[in-house]
């Protein structure tokens, strides 16, 4: 289970533990700050009493003998000298990184101690060291993310940069760096903190690796990142205005007489000694409230072993055996729910065309045809929104019923109509996850349209640049298979979302999008390769259908309109067959992925790999 402290008592703790430790925290934090300062001035003295005369000699040796071509670089250059000058300049680098960054982790480890009541020895700061590769694999990956983050302000610069060329608009040119900043940034500091307890989840166990701690904190900090927001910006306000005191302080000491120089120096060095400890303490505050909050949300997640990273322990060949059964099992049922689904969708489908006929006929005869123009889109649009709302109820009622199927229960036909007041519900999630892959497809569209830009920019001969048509290929090309990759990969990523809400509705529609993602994580290609079979053996199917049919117009006969009505009928009992066993088949993938007992109202928190439906309320099945 996760505490929810406000950030109130949080803020009232940290100050309570930063000055029942302060004597620990100064020692642990001039230890580790002490020899990572130390790390890097000894990188820089080697860097420039060996690294940069090396290089200097190198470059001017070159520049001696580069007008003789008949002699090679290798005749003239200390090769070992210039070896072991670009060691010390680029090995360091990392092995800095990884003794300051095991420093850190040690150092945060303390923290989360303190913040847990406990008195660490100072030594603890070295707890870490032997974790230091895994340190460095976090802050790499972390950095990864965020670059990946970045992206859209990247695209909107790249977007904006052509548009302002081609147009040569001056309002453009000044806008657009503006917006691309404030795009840059909110999607750098949304991801920073989304990632901001991963740190912390590495130094509290090791053990959850650098994409264990990444996922962790994902899941820690969906729904709260606006909370350590508000939690921490009041020490970076504060930090903020004790700088603008000391920065007018120092002014009023510099506009002193000459003769006072005396009081200057004194006021100086008092100044001085108040900004250094003013800013160590709000430092060690800021550090201690933030391991403060993480001991007070982390809950179960800290364990390497907790379900939220959804280890499936079943192969998808036992899977689909097991959805075979299913719906051998409950092959009646099955049939009756999927036949009523689709004579439903099919007359309510027919009743729409006819109410849009209906419609038109009565503005026609009101209003005129004139009129018509106006309303019928208005009206059809309606139509198909409250078909596809009902639509939507239907199938996750279905969806229910097939869920309840693979978990061996009880699944009659009025399952169908169970979800049906959830169909708001549905379509909204639906309108979510489209939102959500739109989104993910900017970068490819960005892509995709500068290339079009640039293809429509080379029609003009005068201002054509030499392979600027391969270079507009090149990027439509990237930003299509940018755009399909991102489809599919936002599509598996919520592809649990609609069996979620089916099974829990009560969670609301943003809470099962954010478990579907988490279930996902990590599995995206195991359902692939779980639907894949079903997919292909549909197309098959369709492929063979079309042989068949086309046998049969040339056999011009009897046989062959036998031929092809058997073919019809064959492949609508294959396809609802298909359609039935994969429905089935990601119900299972569920049910076997989200380990919820359907005989409770609620799982324990041990056991439960979603932390958020730990407290939801009703969850009796219907």
């Known amino acids: 289970?996760?505490?929810?402290?406000?950030?109130?008592?949080?803020?009232?703790?940290?100050?309570?533990?930063?000055?029942?430790?302060?004597?620990?925290?100064?020692?642990?934090?001039?230890?580790?700050?002490g020899i990572i300062f130390a790390l890097l001035a000894a990188w820089l003295a080697a860097a420039y009493a060996f690294a940069v005369p090396a290089l200097q000699e190198a470059a001017a040796q070159i520049e001696r003998y580069s007008r003789f071509s008949n002699i090679s670089p290798l005749d003239f250059l200390d090769l070992k000298?210039?070896?072991?000058?670009?060691?010390?300049?680029?090995?360091?680098?990392?092995?800095?990184?990884?003794?300051s960054l095991g420093l850190s982790m040690g150092f945060q480890n303390g923290l989360i101690r303190i913040a847990r009541?406990?008195?660490?020895?100072?030594?603890?700061?070295?707890?870490?060291?032997?974790?230091?590769?895994?340190?460095?694999?976090?802050?790499?990956?972390?950095?990864?993310?965020?670059?990946?983050?970045?992206?859209?302000?990247?695209?909107?610069?790249?977007?904006?940069?052509?548009?302002?060329?081609?147009?040569r608009s001056e309002v453009l040119l000044t806008v657009m760096p503006v917006i691309i900043v404030i795009v840059t940034l909110v999607c750098i500091i949304i991801a920073a903190y989304r990632y901001a307890m991963a740190m912390y989840f590495a130094a509290d166990d090791p053990r959850n690796g650098a994409f264990g701690s990444v996922k962790r904190s994902t899941i820690m900090m969906t729904g709260r990142k606006f909370?350590?927001?508000?939690?921490?910006?009041p020490y970076a306000?504060?930090?903020?205005?004790?700088?603008?005191?000391?920065?007018?302080?120092?002014?009023?000491?510099?506009?002193?007489?000459?003769?006072?120089?005396?009081?200057?120096?004194?006021?100086?060095?008092?100044?001085?000694?108040?900004?250094?400890?003013?800013?160590?303490?709000?430092?060690?505050?800021t550090q201690v409230t933030q391991a403060c909050y993480y001991a007070a949300h982390c809950g179960d997640l800290a364990s390497a072993e907790y379900p939220p990273l959804y280890r499936m322990t079943l192969h998808n060949s036992e899977i689909r055996r097991h959805?075979?059964?299913?719906?051998?099992?409950?092959?009646?049922?099955?049939?009756?729910?999927?036949?009523?689904?689709?004579m439903i969708t099919g007359v309510s489908y027919l009743a729409v065309f006819i109410g849009m006929m209906v419609i038109s006929a009565v503005v026609v005869s009101a209003a005129g045809e004139a009129a018509m123009g106006l309303w019928l889109p208005i009206a059809g649009l309606l139509l198909m929104l409250f078909w596809a709302i009902v639509i939507i109820g239907l199938n996750l009622g279905r969806t229910n019923a097939h869920?309840?199927?693979?978990?061996?229960?009880?699944?009659?036909?009025?399952?169908?109509?169970?979800?049906?007041?959830?169909?708001?519900?549905?379509?909204?999630?639906?309108l979510w996850i489209g939102l959500k892959i739109f989104l993910w497809m900017l970068a490819g569209a960005a892509i995709m349209l500068a290339g079009v830009i640039i293809a429509g920019f080379q029609t003009d001969a005068a201002s054509a640049v030499p392979a600027g048509m391969v270079?507009?290929?090149?990027?439509?090309?990237?930003?299509?298979?940018?755009?399909?990759?991102?489809?599919?990969?936002?599509?598996?990523?919520?592809?649990?979302?609609?069996?979620?809400?089916?099974?829990?509705?009560?969670?609301?529609?943003?809470?099962?999008?954010e478990h579907s993602r988490w279930m996902m994580e990590g599995a995206k290609l195991q359902l692939f390769r779980l639907q894949f079979p079903f997919t292909f053996a549909a197309s098959a199917a369709v492929s063979l259908l079309v042989i068949l049919v086309l046998i049969g117009f040339a056999l011009h006969a009897i046989a062959g309109v036998v031929l092809s009505m058997l073919a019809v009928v064959a492949l609508a009992a294959g396809g609802m067959y298909l359609n039935l066993l994969t429905s089935v088949a990601n119900a299972c993938f569920y049910t076997r992925y989200s380990t919820w007992d359907s005989d409770r109202n609620q799982t324990p928190a041990s056991a439960s790999p979603l932390p958020a439906l730990e407290q939801s309320g009703e969850t009796q099945y219907i």
């Open 1 to 33: 289970m996760m505490n929810n402290l406000p950030n109130r008592q949080i803020r009232s703790d940290a100050r309570l533990l930063t000055r029942q430790h302060l004597g620990r925290l100064l020692l642990m934090s001039l230890i580790t700050f």
């Open 81 to 99: 000298s210039l070896a072991g000058a670009c060691a010390i300049l680029f090995a360091g680098i990392p092995v800095f990184e990884l003794l």
């Open 117 to 167: 009541g406990e008195r660490p020895p100072v030594s603890i700061v070295f707890s870490r060291m032997k974790n230091c590769f895994t340190a460095y694999g976090l802050n790499l990956w972390m950095s990864v993310k965020l670059f990946l983050w970045a992206l859209p302000g990247f695209g909107v610069a790249l977007v904006g940069a052509i548009a302002a060329t081609l147009l």
């Open 227 to 233: 909370e350590l927001f508000r939690l921490t910006v």
């Open 237 to 285: 306000l504060l930090a903020f205005l004790i700088a603008l005191a000391l920065e007018l302080t120092g002014w009023i000491i510099s506009m002193l007489p000459l003769d006072l120089h005396w009081l200057a120096v004194v006021m100086a060095v008092i100044l001085c000694a108040v900004g250094i400890v003013t800013s160590i303490y709000l430092t060690l505050l």
């Open 323 to 342: 959805a075979i059964r299913t719906v051998h099992r409950n092959i009646v049922n099955a049939l009756v729910i999927d036949l009523l689904n689709g």
């Open 403 to 430: 869920i309840r199927m693979s978990r061996d229960s009880d699944a009659p036909v009025t399952l169908l109509f169970s979800r049906m007041r959830n169909c708001m519900g549905g379509f909204g999630l639906g």
């Open 471 to 513: 270079l507009a290929t090149i990027l439509i090309m990237a930003g299509y298979v940018l755009m399909f990759v991102f489809i599919i990969r936002c599509s598996f990523r919520y592809a649990m979302a609609h069996h979620i809400y089916a099974d829990r509705p009560q969670i609301g529609v943003f809470s099962a999008a």
